[in-house]
């Protein structure tokens, strides 16, 4: 995993939970060898509390947009798998996930010690998700200040439909975010008048 950018990633949603609620998933993907961030999910995908670690948002009642940890799935053509987590465990337990153990990286100093949070690599952990995910990358840099995430933010944006895991329909939705970017009058106003302007996953 990219622990420097999903370490960022980690503290902003943590800071994020103290201004306003999100829409936001905290999870990537990659796909067709490319990196997206998931921006909507329908169905169930994987949490820290189905692997017995007690991340912090799910012992504390944060909702699941500023949960304390970060996935990464891998998605090919026929097989969807968790491939790596960046979690904080309130407990400081770290159960092995499919035979890999997480990297912890404790400090101490001048009186301060502390662990930062777990990070699993290179999971390989099939999945059989049924449901569908919206992914999009190439974030619009001026959209920096607005912390929902939606399509209109994206110059690509797909979605993707699962049965048992495997990848069965992909529709590119990149025309549709492109339309709507076209309607701002300022570039850097991303939401304003036009939030959730495209149809649901």
């Not at 009642?61 to 790596?84: M, P």
Request: proline share 4%.
């Amino acid at each position: 995993m990219k622990t420097r950018n999903l370490l960022v990633v980690f503290v902003a949603l943590v800071w994020a939970s103290t201004a306003k609620s999100t829409l936001q998933i905290p999870a990537t993907a990659t796909f067709d060898g490319a990196e997206y961030t998931i921006i909507d999910v329908v169905g169930k995908l994987p949490s820290p509390t189905d692997f017995d670690i007690d991340a912090v948002s799910e012992a504390t009642g944060l909702s699941g947009h500023v949960a304390g940890y970060v996935l990464e799935f891998l998605i090919d053509a026929e097989r969807t798998f968790l491939n790596g987590m960046y979690v904080l465990s309130l407990s400081g337990e770290y159960p092995p996930i499919n035979g890999v153990r997480a990297d912890v990286k404790c400090f101490g100093a001048n009186g301060v010690a502390g662990c930062n949070p777990g990070e699993y690599s290179n999971l390989k952990l099939r999945l059989e998700f049924d449901g569908r995910l919206r992914i999009a990358k190439d974030f619009i840099k001026s959209c920096y200040d607005h912390l929902d995430a939606e399509p209109q933010m994206f110059r690509v944006v797909k979605d993707l439909t699962f049965e048992n895991g495997q990848l069965v329909n992909v529709l590119d939705r990149s025309d549709e975010a492109s339309a709507i970017q076209r309607q701002f009058k300022d570039p850097s106003e991303c939401r304003k008048g036009l939030s959730f302007t495209m149809s649901p996953l």
